[in-house]
């Protein structure tokens, strides 16, 4: 039977590896779903560079496994340097999902906002208020959230989300659907 050290041992190597794996799952998704338009990515560098350190560490930790040192030093490295890049793979993550969840909400727009007029996003809008798929462009340097709850909750208006660029044709949308929208129902207060 194996005694409480060499059982600790193992545990530690298991979350180790467990760990990597889902380092190694998240950096492969991170890599896939970069922004292509940046120029610089400092978060996707700082997750591969720790990840490789998990990985030097953890080899390094094989090599010389029987010296007691080894463990003592290499395994605590490895498991900070996998939590380090898990921590900007998230948090890159995180970004990747709001930038393809804006693109998904205005791609089909981005013919109306490049020219940044409102008589196409109008005619646009009509489309949308006789298909019923009226969207809201939320901003985030002017949001209200009771407005953008009410739109969502009672009138079923989709709302896109304030990471994206803000066109002025968004703009022009927003308050033709603020405009239906008092037309319907006089409560609702700017």
């Not at 998904?104 to 906002?113: D, R, V, W």
């Amino acid at each position: 039977m194996p005694n409480i050290e060499e059982q600790m041992k193992l545990k530690i190597k298991n979350i180790a590896i467990i760990l990597f794996l889902i380092d190694a799952i998240l950096l492969i998704i991170n890599i896939k779903y970069r922004d292509e338009t940046a120029s610089v990515i400092p978060d996707l560098d700082c997750a591969k560079l720790f990840f490789y350190l998990g990985i030097v560490c953890f080899v390094t930790y094989l090599i010389t496994a029987k010296l007691k040192k080894a463990f003592t030093i290499v395994v605590p490295m490895t498991i900070i340097s996998f939590c380090i890049s898990m921590f900007f793979n998230l948090r890159l993550a995180k970004d990747n999902y709001d930038r393809i969840q804006c693109n998904k909400g205005i791609s089909e727009y981005f013919k109306y906002f490049e020219h940044e007029s409102c008589k196409k996003i109008t005619k646009r809008f009509k489309e949308d208020l006789i298909n019923g798929e009226l969207k809201y462009f939320q901003d985030e340097y002017n949001s209200d959230l009771k407005f953008e709850e009410r739109l969502r909750d009672v009138h079923a208006i989709e709302l896109i989300g304030i990471s994206c660029t803000q066109f002025t044709s968004m703009e022009c949308y927003n308050d033709l659907v603020k405009d239906y929208i008092k037309k319907k129902d006089e409560k609702i207060i700017e």
